[in-house]
């Protein structure tokens, strides 16, 4: 089993950036499938950026595909999530998920991921 937790959330001003860092415990997670996912007020959760189990597949949501980065670092068992260029739209409250079975990649499902932290919150001004 793994725990998440998610940080690095906070307020932003457009065109700004900031780095989501999810931290893993209990163990390595480093051969989990991760993603990240974001819900607004009154909206469904959405699928951000996913991460593959193994070989470093990424793919992303069309809007921030390049925007975001998505990637790990296994020193410190963590996955992080770099987001440039930062728009009032992507305010959400952002959360990680991982699974430690393997998914047929994209996976955008929430119910792909077994895991999930508690979320950070983003918030964007114009």
């Known amino acids: 089993q793994v725990q998440l937790v998610e940080s690095g959330g906070g307020l932003v001003q457009a065109g700004g950036s900031l780095r989501l860092s999810c931290a893993a415990s209990?163990?390595?997670?480093?051969?989990?499938?991760v993603g990240w996912f974001r819900q607004a007020p009154g909206k469904e959760r959405e699928f951000v950026a996913g991460l593959s189990r193994t070989g470093g597949n990424t793919h992303y949501l069309d809007s921030v595909k390049d925007r975001f980065t998505i990637s790990r670092d296994n020193a410190k068992n963590t996955v992080n999530l770099q987001m440039n260029s930062l728009k009032p739209e992507d305010s959400a409250v952002y959360y990680c998920a991982a699974r430690s079975e393997g998914v047929r990649m994209p996976a955008t499902r929430w119910y792909d991921y077994g895991y999930w932290g508690q979320g950070t919150q983003v918030i964007v001004s114009s």
């Open positions: 209990g163990r390595t997670f480093n051969n989990y499938a």
